[in-house]
């Protein structure tokens, strides 16, 4: 498929497929999902235990990681979260802690009353699909990808998503920046093709 228009159309039935498909997750699953990330991103990213993580406030079904930071704050490391300040734009990160005030964003997603922006060291990016190679299939705004191409020093960057988001392959293009790593219930992979632009 090499066609634009073919593209978006197939992508957005997919991310209504894999919405679906989280929609019809039980407690249960979810559950053991978020038990499963929490555990493995602890073991395999022992660099998070220090400097600010940029992380999402769960939207919809996605994998709350929520415990995961609080945890991670506790060794000594820092948090913060994505806002939309401008459609269409890179995202701001603004730092975070537990108990601070929270106010409603973009898609009413909670975003810090206080905006201090700070320059996140790793970003835990929420997904809907993922590659073989990394590229991840998000919600459809491109906030992500112009968040990393602003960048001079691109931030350690981990997809999180379900197991049923692997897909062959998410046709990705030219805007489209991978994951350095993709972390779901079934395991964690790493990519080569990411490490380049990455920050070391």
Known sequence: MENWDD????RRSMRS???????????????????????????????????????????????DLRGLVNGLLALGAEAALPAVVEKRQPLAFWSWRPGMKLERGIWNIPVPHEKNPVK??????????????????GHGGGYYDRTLASLAKRPLTIGVGYEFGRLETIYPQAHDIPMDAIVTEGG?????????????
Do not use: M
């Not at 555990?39 to 994998?63: A, N």
């Not at 964690?188 to 070391?200: D, Y």
């Open 7 to 10: 593209i978006q159309e197939w």
């Open 17 to 63: 497929r894999l919405r679906s498909q989280r929609r019809a997750l039980s407690r249960t699953e979810k559950e053991s999902a978020r038990l499963a990330v929490t555990d493995l991103v602890r073991e395999h990213f022992p660099e998070l235990h220090k400097g600010c993580i940029g992380f999402y406030w769960p939207f919809q079904g996605e994998v």
């Open 120 to 137: 996140p060291a790793t970003l835990l990016v929420p997904l809907l699909g993922f590659d073989a190679v990394g590229y991840r299939l």
């Open 188 to 200: 964690v992979e790493r990519f080569s093709l990411a490490t380049p632009n990455s920050a070391q």
